[in-house]
């Protein structure tokens, strides 16, 4: 029985011997992650899980009608940076629904990351191909 290191806090433990290929301790805080980053999984490629997910939520904000407006009360931060990315969303939308070719000049230019690329036919429609590609700005000028 050998040490393995957790993914989530990187420390070495003993795995169980029923499952020496166990990557996450036993610590609460990592198998949250692990449960959160299956469940991310899960709902990523599973579509009835998924629309069971949001049956789920549905039905207990029914049961819990008062929920989001006590919460937003009680955290007028979380409001105030809803508010900001709302505003930040519907500015991105307006005033075409499809990328600009110039995104990448002009005032707001790309930021460095992971982008995924669709390949677009002739009539604007997202082809099923889709790429990742690793962008990174080298000068705004
Ligand atoms: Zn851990």
Same mark, same amino acid.
């Given at each position: 029985?050998?040490?393995?290191?957790?993914?989530?806090?990187?420390?070495?433990?003993?795995?169980?011997?029923?499952?020496?290929?166990?990557?996450?301790?036993?610590?609460?805080?990592?198998?949250?992650?692990?449960?959160?980053?299956?469940?991310?999984?899960?709902?990523?490629?599973?579509?009835?899980?998924?629309?069971?997910?949001?049956?789920?939520?549905?039905?207990?904000?029914?049961?819990?009608?008062?929920?989001?407006?006590?919460?937003?009360?009680?955290?007028?931060?979380?409001?105030?940076?809803?508010?900001?990315?709302?505003?930040? $969303?519907?500015?991105?939308? *307006?005033?075409?629904? /499809? +990328? =600009? %070719? !110039?995104?990448?000049?002009?005032?707001?230019? &790309?930021? @460095?990351?992971?982008? $995924?690329?669709?390949?677009? *036919?002739?009539?604007? /429609? +997202? =082809? %099923? !191909?889709?790429?990742?590609?690793?962008?990174? &700005?080298? @000068?705004?000028?």
């Amino acid at each position: 029985m050998g040490l393995n290191r957790c993914i989530a806090c990187g420390k070495t433990f003993t795995a169980r011997a029923q499952s020496p290929q166990q990557s996450y301790c036993s610590n609460a805080p990592c198998q949250k992650e692990r449960r959160r980053l299956w469940q991310r999984e899960k709902r990523r490629e599973d579509p009835d899980y998924r629309a069971d997910q949001v049956q789920a939520h549905k039905a207990w904000l029914a049961r819990h009608p008062d929920y989001w407006r006590q919460y937003r009360e009680a955290h007028p931060e979380y409001v105030e940076q809803n508010r900001t990315q709302q505003r930040a $969303r519907r500015a991105e939308k *307006s005033p075409e629904p /499809v +990328a =600009k %070719m !110039d995104a990448s000049i002009g005032t707001s230019p &790309l930021k @460095s990351g992971t982008y $995924r690329l669709t390949l677009m *036919s002739d009539d604007d /429609v +997202a =082809k %099923m !191909d889709v790429w990742m590609a690793e962008i990174t &700005l080298i @000068s705004t000028a």
